[in-house]
């Protein structure tokens, strides 16, 4: 049985080859391949040039000439833990016995600091009640462990430094649980992590209302904001800054109502206001001050 004829099949390679010269043509004229496009290396054309290598720079790598050193800033006194003095004792020249204590002439000691951290040990306080049984009736009385005691199990340094992990830094919840465990020996839950954050945030709300009064007060500041995702929602940093201060609020509005809750209607001074839509890419600092609305 003979083949069926199909014209459609045969303009369509027809079509297909024409198509195919004329992209040849227009590569070879533009010279593509796989350096000056997206093509890969196997699909150059027979004939390509080589890409062409990069110029390697002249600068060595490190610091270049006539740049200023940074050195190595040193301590104060008063901040070393301990000092470990080096006297020489004969004189490298002549063998001589040198004295021990520094003569008005001589030159002053060469210093060099190394900066370490102690063991670090966490200190674990254990609350005991105990109970006692009454020799008269019997009754089993026991001690009261203090309210105070038991509503919080990480004392205030341990929860300033793992809340300043999160709070400046943007570590998650679970790498602060993990520094926690693994830096200082401190194994806490992932909620409690979570309740470290809600108290700084509540000892902190004092020194930001303080923060807000100052930029108010402030004759000259500087207003901005941007976007801000909180729990999931958009809403807005809006951040007045003066000289000395800086205080940030996350308001709901990108309008005048965000500027009128961190600045006030009764603003003092002049207020230089940008407009920005940059997401930030870590919270504000627990240094400066951050409050929500």
Known sequence: MEPLEC???????????????RVADL???????????????????LGAPNPPKKKKGKRKPGGQPGHP????????????THFKVLVPTTCQRCQTPLPEQAAPTDPEPTRFQTIELPPLVTVV?????????????????RATLPAEVLAHSVGPRLTATL???SGCHGVSKRGVEEIAEAVFDAPVALGTVANLEQEV???????????????????????????WKLAGNLCWLWAAATASVVAFVIHAKRSTAGLLVLLGAKSKGSCAATVGASTPKSP??????????
């Open 201 to 227: 945030s509540a000892a902190l709300t004092a020194p930001h209302q303080e923060a807000i009064q100052a930029v108010r007060a402030a004759q000259v500041k500087h207003a901005d904001e941007t976007s």
């Open 7 to 21: 014209p459609g099949c045969h303009a369509a390679q027809a079509r297909i080859a024409e198509l195919e010269k």
């Open 27 to 45: 590569e070879a004229r533009l010279g593509t391949n796989s350096s000056n496009s997206s093509l890969p290396p196997s699909a150059n054309p």
């Open 69 to 80: 050193p940074r050195l190595k800033q040193l301590l104060p006194a008063e901040r070393v």
């Open 163 to 165: 809340s300043y992990f």
């Open 284 to 293: 504000p600092s627990v240094g400066k001050s951050a409050g929500r609305t």
């Open 125 to 141: 306080t254990e609350y005991q009640g105990h109970a006692r049984t009454c020799p008269c009736c019997g009754t089993v009385t």
